[in-house]
């Protein structure tokens, strides 16, 4: 590559070359209109815009996001999947109990301590999120969670105060069997680097663990094959179909998962906080019904002699639904409200708070919206905090402001922000005002050098200048400032606020 | 009745359009972002499902393929957020692509593969400029960033890239 333009085209032939089969494949056209035509079209949605959250947010517990890869398929897994969990009746509770102690033996010997307590206790009180664990006393569990004498993945329980959605889950143990992968299957698979006497073998038939290790000992290959089940964050109405926003989108959600140790019955629980407001048809009503889709997942393993293989796949077409009847808890919530400015520009602000959330709706003229774009150039976000009224700080994030999605017949730009950082804060007693603070948050000296090079119009560095030792330095501070992306910045000291409002109740 | 039968079979050949016009470039994209054929065919599925659910919400504000190329990435975005991708070992590779004839050179294959290793936010904009063919604003607006952001995103692809194929320091997502 001698310049940025054979680059460019160099990667304009790439997904040319590359992406060309798939201009070859089968329609799916077929399958589309059948499926639409069994679909109730949506009603007129009212006007909404959309907010601009950057995809640090999204990702405030959702890091680590991974990726898998399959093309076979195994057929008749479904009532393989169905009878996956013939386990003894295991509460979750006691699961965790056993998890924590490490010791399997315990585990029918211990008893459930509080009917009140749910995944929320758990997940507060094992430090994964100060959120949850705050909220836990509001949270209400299911009750139908377990299913005759199996363990089921299910939704445990769930908090909802008429703004707020978050809920538990519980996935069942996966089951392995032995399985010899065809040598088609096996081209198809990616070396694991792992210890294959590591590989977490769940739940098999008696002399199976035993075998397989022998054969890890003797160096003779062996297959084995899990089927599991995964956790889907789509939120779904009764009938299976997703609840989708007024613009046709899904509410975004964070999902946090915590793997529990083998024996523990469950392979893992989970907890999936909808960030964004939820869709009208579920906001601040009594009760509504809801599923989650457990699609199967199905894991080839195959040790060759020397290293271990894998390869995983969905498996949408063997899916179960998790259910729960959703009641508002009416957890005490209040509204707050205040004007003030924002570069020399009216803005008023709206806050819902509660101990879940700090909802806030902020809406200004669409020409300060379009300054603040502007200005925008020079910083990287904002930090919006609520604070109360003796300075601490409640909840805070930060966001990247978009006018793109401003209605031009609306005269006034209003956007939602939602703070639900995980912050260890109990509002004990809702002050009668509260502190709505927003401030600029720079760039770093090194994303300036690196944007401004970027803005100058021609990408400067060529692709022969790549890996130059300046180039290096300047993505290592890139690659340390990204990693601090994720994190809500720190309010700045000596920084001006571009605005402080008073919230009255 | 009459009219409501009218509307329908209106939306489903506007579907229908829909589809014969834009599968492919959105297979393509469900793919680079999913790496993983079976999983882009059902995005792009649902993604073509919502998008007939929602037509109305179509003011015709950005065009009728920027709306479409949002709702595939929303959709991408979700089945992302399974946790099936959460625990999942990572696997990268082109191998599930259908062959192309003819098949691309080493060099392009080197090129694909390095791009479908990068990180699902370094990815997407490589893939928007280059595959759908959007500049820096467009892409911007798509992915809710300002175009300073995408162009900073851009660079860093190709740091990243540019280090890969040299077989520098490896990188996982």
């Not at chain 1, 959703?326 to 924002?342: D, F, I, P, R």
């Not at chain 2, 595939?72 to 191998?95: E, L």
Request: aromatic share 10%; net charge negative.
């Amino acid at each position: 590559m001698k310049n940025n333009e054979n680059r460019d085209q160099m990667i304009r032939e790439t997904f040319d070359q590359c992406l060309s089969g798939i201009d070859e494949l089968p329609s799916l056209r077929p399958d589309i209109l059948r499926k639409a035509g069994t679909r109730t079209p949506a009603r007129k949605p009212v006007p909404f815009r959309r907010y601009a959250v950057p995809a640090a947010m999204a990702l405030l517990l959702c890091g680590g996001i991974l990726g898998t890869s399959g093309l076979w398929s195994t057929g008749g897994r479904e009532d393989q999947i169905r009878n996956s969990n013939l386990y003894l009746t295991q509460p979750i509770e006691t699961a965790l109990s056993m998890g924590a102690e490490q010791n399997p033996d315990e585990v029918f010997k211990m008893e459930q301590k509080d009917p009140a307590w749910n995944l929320f206790s758990w997940f507060g009180q094992e430090g994964y999120s100060p959120l949850l664990g705050r909220v836990a006393g509001k949270a209400a569990k299911v009750s139908d969670t377990m299913q005759g004498e199996a363990i089921t993945a299910h939704i445990d329980s769930y908090y909802y105060d008429g703004e707020t959605l978050i809920l538990t889950a519980a996935i069942p143990e996966y089951r392995t069997e032995e399985y010899e992968p065809s040598e088609k299957e096996r081209s198809g698979m990616k070396a694991e680097d792992m210890d294959p006497l590591d590989l977490r073998l769940g739940n098999l038939e008696s002399g199976l663990r035993e075998k397989w290790e022998e054969s890890i000992r003797n160096q003779t290959p062996m297959g084995l094959v899990m089927y599991g089940q995964e956790l889907e964050s789509y939120l779904r109405d009764k009938d299976h179909q997703v609840i989708h926003k007024e613009d046709g989108t899904n509410p975004g959600s964070c999902m946090g998962s915590i793997e529990l140790p083998e024996g523990t019955g469950y392979r893992y629980v989970s907890y999936i906080r909808y960030d964004e407001p939820l869709p009208m048809s579920v906001r601040n009503v009594e009760s509504f019904d809801i599923t989650l889709r457990v699609p199967a997942t199905v894991t080839q393993y195959y040790f060759d002699g020397e290293a271990l293989y894998s390869h995983s796949m969905y498996d949408y077409d063997r899916f179960d639904y998790i259910s729960a009847n959703v009641v508002n808890n009416h957890a005490e919530k209040h509204t707050y409200s205040g004007q003030g400015t924002l570069l020399n520009q009216e803005l008023y602000a709206n806050a819902v708070v509660s101990n879940a959330s700090v909802r806030l709706s902020l809406s200004m003229n669409p020409d300060s919206g379009n300054a603040i774009f502007r200005f925008g150039k020079d910083y990287k976000g904002l930090l919006i905090a609520v604070q109360d009224d003796r300075g601490k700080t409640l909840a805070y994030d930060w966001i990247v402001f978009n006018p793109y999605d401003h209605d031009p017949d609306d005269n006034q730009y209003s956007f939602p922000v939602t703070l639900t950082n995980d912050i260890d804060i109990v509002v004990e007693e809702f002050p009668p005002e509260m502190k709505l603070y927003i401030q600029p948050i720079h760039y770093t000296e090194a994303e300036k050098e690196s944007m401004t090079i970027q803005e100058s119009g021609n990408e400067e560095v060529s692709w022969d200048e790549w890996g130059t030792e300046e180039g290096e330095n300047i993505a290592e501070e890139e690659a340390y400032a990204e990693e601090k992306e994720d994190d809500p910045p720190e309010i700045e000291p000596g920084t001006e606020p571009f605005a402080i409002l008073t919230m009255e109740k | 009745m009459q009219e409501v039968r009218e509307e329908e079979e209106t939306r489903m050949e506007q579907l229908n359009r829909l589809v014969l016009l834009y599968e492919k470039d959105m297979l393509k994209l469900c793919f680079v972002y999913l790496r993983d054929m079976e999983l882009a065919r059902d995005a792009l599925q649902e993604s073509f499902l919502k998008a007939y659910r929602y037509l109305d919400s179509y003011h015709g504000d950005a065009s009728e393929k920027t709306w479409l190329t949002r709702i595939v990435i929303n959709t991408c975005k979700d089945f992302r957020r399974s946790a099936w991708f959460r625990f999942s070992r990572q696997t990268v590779s082109t191998d599930s692509l259908p062959l192309s004839v003819p098949p691309p050179d080493e060099a392009h294959m080197d090129l694909m593969a390095s791009i479908m290793k990068l990180p699902v936010k370094y990815r997407e904009v490589i893939l928007l400029k280059y595959q759908q063919g959007l500049n820096n604003r467009e892409i911007a607006e798509l992915l809710r960033l300002t175009p300073m952001a995408v162009s900073k995103r851009m660079r860093q692809a190709y740091d990243r890239l540019k280090m890969d194929l040299e077989g520098e320091a490896p990188y996982e997502e």
